[in-house]
């Protein structure tokens, strides 16, 4: 704006040369003398070429063609400005009295290029001598100006089809706006201008609008009232408070966003869609405040995420390779479930979800949020819903580094008890999670249920788990996971069999089984849990466990032993159950094979070894009686068939010497 306000001081002092002793000269000599002037007071060569002319009835105004201002000497982006053409019409009667009141400003196909070096400076920063100062047309519109100094006022420019180029050397950056549409009104000097205009950053139309309290004054740095409301199919973001050209903002903001990834394409950032429950949509209400080094503050923010609302305060930094966020923020019940929801629109980019009776979701998980930007956020909430797990009090630390988030769960209450470890997201080259959590006072029925669907064990007890998976989806970071788990829990009742039934007749379907103890611990590695060291205390026995849990595959394959204690059966009967087949509906089975091994391994070799002794006496008794082979005491078969074959041998062979 600042820069704009410059170009028309540039135009006036052709208008002023024309209007004065150059009535009848040739517009190409017009626009020569014009241009040497202007360059004389900007030291930026000047050019306007094409047809030039003045009028005088029934407006004073100047019409130029091509018009253009050189670049800094250091810019590399080509001219400063260049227009296909220029009309520019005054008001005859200001003119006489010292002020330049633009009646009509129409600029065609404007390019512009700003540029900001490295030490800071910016190719906009060109000294205009007689521009009024705030002391005139402030308080006092009608007071005269000053002599030597121009009051400028605009009764409507229009300005089609331009463009905006932005080079920043500082940080290497590069960025474009073509398609610009603006309608501006400035009636007085230090009054109120409104301004409506369409912006193309990506394409599609942004209509903005608004307005400026006291644009003289804004444009000498002083602070002005300023409302601005920005427009898209996404939605519509209004600002509503005081402002300056350093810039600083201070105000009121307000958003309805019906559509944040339509939104956020059409101002042309990236157009990713978050999960739902995280910002599909918003309404945000909030004081907001912006430094001259862009620094952005949110105080009392009330912010609407979908079915979600939080409150707080926020704090942005633009500066860096990313923005940084930090963040206090309170919310009621939250409701996460768009995170492990099979909804391709919900940052999943496609590809059908698994049904869940075949395993888990194969919907691609989008994580290129994370690298959007970098956070520190504390969140409290009364509750917490992640759809497969549901919690009560929640207090959270998020930190968000390079594409990396790590949630530190400072307070997880659910389950009957508390849970506290973190968890970590990384997706700096490609997607993987992993955590380190503690669990106490937990309800294991509940939790297995929501976690893995089994509902057969209940007790209370402890946990300590770490493990890390690596994919793009659930079923692919379930299939890949590594880790430990550690368990032990206090008494319980496993359903689905009878422990006693099952060791008085080798019956152990249906009923339940009390325990009153468990511990065991398991290496995760490829999706698969194993662990041989499961113990278990009951009345009248104890139990052992060891075997395999497929975490990835959602199914079982488990020895579970249980051992009647010697005081009710002296030789400690047991009875293996093999528990076999997919989480929703495993085979309790007793292994007969196995308790046979384990319970009658004396008696079994006593029962063999008496086999083979009969076995025995009937082979020497049919080769006694058909080979006529005396087998003699301590005499194997083997050798007693040798000895016989030999005398036979050597008897037909002295038959020879007969």
Do not use: C
């Not at 290497?172 to 301004?195: K, N, S």
């Not at 019906?258 to 990236?270: D, K």
Request: proline content about 4%; overall charge negative.
């Amino acid at each position: 704006m600042k820069f704009l306000l410059k170009l028309l001081g540039f135009v006036l002092v052709a208008v002023l040369i024309a209007a004065g002793a150059l009535f009848f000269l040739p517009g190409e000599r017009i626009a020569r003398i014009a241009a040497e002037r202007i360059s004389d007071m900007t030291g930026r060569e000047v050019t306007m070429t094409g047809d030039t002319s003045i009028s005088f009835y029934p407006v004073l105004g100047i019409s130029t063609g091509k018009t253009t201002i050189a670049n800094a000497d250091w810019g590399t982006g080509g001219p400063m400005l260049s227009a296909d053409s220029l009309k520019l019409g005054v008001d005859a009667m200001a003119l006489i009295r010292g002020d330049i009141r633009i009646t009509g400003l129409e600029v065609v196909q404007p390019r512009i290029v700003i540029e900001r070096a490295r030490d800071g400076r910016g190719n906009w920063q060109i000294g205009v001598a007689g521009v009024a100062s705030t002391e005139q047309g402030g308080t006092a519109p009608e007071a005269a100006p000053k002599s030597d100094r121009l009051a400028l006022t605009l009764d409507r420019a229009l300005i089609t089809d331009a463009s905006v180029t932005y080079i920043d050397h500082a940080s290497g950056t590069r960025q474009q706006m073509a398609g610009m549409d603006l309608d501006m009104r400035w009636p007085t000097y230090a009054g109120e201008g409104t301004f409506e205009g369409v912006l193309r950053p990506a394409g599609q139309d942004v209509r903005v609008s608004g307005r400026l309290g006291a644009v003289g004054p804004f444009l000498e740095g002083a602070v002005s009232p300023v409302t601005l409301t920005v427009s898209t199919s996404g939605g519509t973001f209004t600002v509503d408070g005081r402002a300056t050209t350093a810039p600083q903002l201070d105000g009121q903001l307000s958003a309805d966003i019906s559509n944040t990834a339509n939104f956020m394409a059409a101002l042309g950032l990236p157009a990713t869609s978050p999960p739902k429950g995280l910002g599909r949509s918003a309404k945000i209400k909030s004081q907001i405040s912006v430094t001259e080094d862009l620094r952005l503050s949110l105080r009392d923010l009330a912010l609407g995420l979908d079915g979600n609302s939080l409150s707080g305060d926020v704090d942005v930094v633009t500066s860096g390779a990313r923005p940084r966020i930090t963040a206090q923020l309170g919310a009621g019940a939250l409701d996460l479930t768009g995170l492990t929801a099979d909804d391709p629109a919900g940052g999943g980019g496609g590809g059908p979800a698994q049904p869940a009776s075949a395993g888990w979701s194969t919907a691609p998980i989008d994580a290129s949020a994370l690298a959007a930007a970098d956070a520190n956020i504390a969140i409290t909430a009364s509750s917490l819903d992640l759809g497969q797990f549901n919690f009560g009090a929640t207090r959270a630390l998020l930190t968000i580094d390079n594409a990396r988030a790590v949630v530190q769960l400072q307070e997880l209450q659910g389950y009957g008890g508390s849970i506290a470890g973190q968890v970590v997201a990384n997706n700096r080259s490609g997607l993987s999670v992993g955590g380190d959590l503690t669990a106490r006072g937990i309800d294991m029925e509940r939790l297995l249920t929501d976690a893995a669907g089994i509902t057969r064990f209940a007790t209370t007890g402890t946990a300590s788990l770490d493990f890390l998976g690596v994919g793009q989806s659930v079923d692919a970071i379930m299939r890949s996971l590594s880790g430990n788990l550690k368990l032990a829990t206090g008494r319980g009742v496993i359903s689905g069999f009878d422990l006693d039934r099952l060791m008085r007749s080798g019956d152990g379907s249906g009923g339940t089984t009390v325990f009153d103890e468990v511990g065991a611990s398991f290496a995760i590695k490829d999706g698969d849990m194993r662990g041989d060291d499961l113990t278990m205390s009951m009345p009248l026995a104890t139990a052992t466990g060891k075997g395999r849990i497929g975490l990835g595959a959602r199914d079982i394959d488990y020895l579970f032993t249980p051992v009647l204690l010697q005081g009710e059966n002296s030789r400690g009967l047991a009875i293996p159950v093999r528990i076999r087949g997919p989480w929703s509906g495993p085979s309790i089975r007793p292994d007969l094979e196995k308790a046979i091994d384990l319970n009658f391994k004396e008696e079994r070799k006593k029962l063999e070894k008496k086999a083979r002794e009969e076995v025995d006496r009937e082979i020497d008794k049919f080769v006694e009686k058909e080979l006529g082979v005396t087998v003699q005491e301590g005499q194997s078969l083997e050798d007693a068939i040798k000895e016989d074959v030999t005398r036979r041998a050597a008897k037909e062979l002295f038959k020879l010497f007969d």
